[in-house]
C-alpha cells in the first residue's frame, strides 16, 4: 500500500501532468477557457487521485458513488485528462475536444462520462447539489456530495438561497469548494463587490468554514479528507486560494485572464519552458 508521501508524491505527479493536458487542449481547442481550468488542477487531482472521491469509471451511476457536480463548468477543462486516465472514456477522446462528433465540449454536460449534471448557467450547481444532498440524507444514505465553484459565481443570488437552504436543512453531506481565484470574467472580484470576509459571511449561513492554499496537494488532501469524515450537522465549504492561470505567468498576472487565448506557439513556449 502506497505510504502518504508517496501519495502525495504521486498526486504533485499527476497535477503537472493535468495543467500540460489542459494547455495541449487549449491548443487544439482555444475557444477553452484556459485560466479558469489551470486554477483548480490541484483540486481535482486531489479528489480523484488522493481517493477522497468514491466512483466507479465503468459504472458511472453506480449507487455508492460520491455525486461531485462541477458548477464551474467551462472552468473544468482540467478534468477531461483525469477522466479519460482513470477509464470513463477513451484517451482518444482528449483530442477531439470542441471537434465536430465529440462529446468533449468547451462547456461540459451529463453526456460526458463522470459528469453528474449539465454545466451550463452559473450559480445553479450549489442548489442543484442541495436537492441531491437532502435526497440521500432522507434515505439515511452515507454517500457525500461535493460541488465545485468559482468565487465570480458569488454574485449569483441563487448561490446565497442555496447557502441558507444548507444550513437549515443541515446538510452535513454537503461539501462545497469555492475555486477562490480572485478573478471574474470582468476583472478582480475586489473591484467589482469584494467578498471579505467571506468566512464570517458563510459562518452566519451555519456553514463550517475550511481555509487552504488550493495548490498545496498536501494541505488540499488533510482538508479535504477531514471535511468528508466530519458530518457534525453543519454543510462545509472550502475557501481554496488559488491563483487563475496558474502555471501561465501571462495569464497570471492578467486581470481578464478568463476570456484571454494563447496561441499554439505559446503553448508550446510554455510547456517546454516550464514542464518540459
Not at 16 to 28: A, D, F, P
Not at 84 to 112: N, R
Not at 120 to 139: F, P, T
Request: net charge positive; proline share 3%; aromatic share 10%.
Amino acid at each position: 500500500m502506497m505510504n502518504d508521501i508517496g501519495l502525495l508524491r504521486m498526486i504533485k505527479e499527476k497535477a503537472g501532468w493535468i495543467r500540460t493536458e489542459t494547455l495541449n487542449i487549449h491548443k487544439n481547442a482555444p475557444e477553452t477557457r484556459l485560466a479558469s481550468s489551470l486554477s483548480a488542477v490541484e483540486i481535482f487531482a486531489v479528489l480523484y487521485y488522493g481517493g477522497i472521491l468514491s466512483y466507479n469509471a465503468k459504472d458511472i451511476r453506480w449507487d455508492k458513488r460520491d455525486r461531485f457536480i462541477i458548477s464551474k463548468g467551462h472552468g473544468s477543462i482540467s478534468l477531461y485528462p483525469v477522466l479519460a486516465d482513470l477509464g470513463f472514456f477513451q484517451k482518444e477522446e482528449i483530442q477531439k475536444v470542441c471537434k465536430q462528433g465529440s462529446f468533449l465540449g468547451g462547456i461540459p454536460d451529463a453526456s460526458i462520462p463522470g459528469y453528474e449534471t449539465i454545466n451550463g448557467s452559473l450559480g445553479h450547481g450549489v442548489g442543484v447539489a442541495c436537492g441531491i444532498s437532502l435526497a440521500l440524507q432522507k434515505r439515511n444514505k452515507q454517500e457525500s456530495v461535493f460541488v465545485l465553484m468559482g468565487d465570480g459565481e458569488l454574485y449569483e443570488g441563487s448561490v446565497w438561497e442555496a447557502f441558507m437552504f444548507a444550513g437549515e436543512h443541515k446538510l452535513e453531506n454537503l461539501n462545497v469548494i469555492v475555486d477562490s481565484n480572485k478573478a471574474s470574467m470582468l476583472g478582480y472580484c475586489r473591484d467589482i463587490i469584494d467578498f471579505d470576509p467571506l468566512g464570517k459571511k458563510l459562518n452566519s449561513f451555519r456553514w463550517k468554514v475550511f481555509n487552504v492554499d488550493g495548490h498545496d496537494i498536501a494541505k488540499l488532501f488533510d482538508t479535504l479528507t477531514k471535511m468528508k469524515k466530519t458530518r457534525k450537522g453543519n454543510p462545509k465549504i472550502l475557501i481554496a486560494d488559488t491563483v487563475k492561470g496558474k502555471g501561465v505567468p501571462r495569464l497570471e498576472n492578467d486581470p481578464l485572464s478568463h476570456i484571454k487565448s494563447l496561441t499554439p506557439e505559446e503553448v508550446d513556449s510554455i510547456i517546454e519552458r516550464f514542464f518540459g
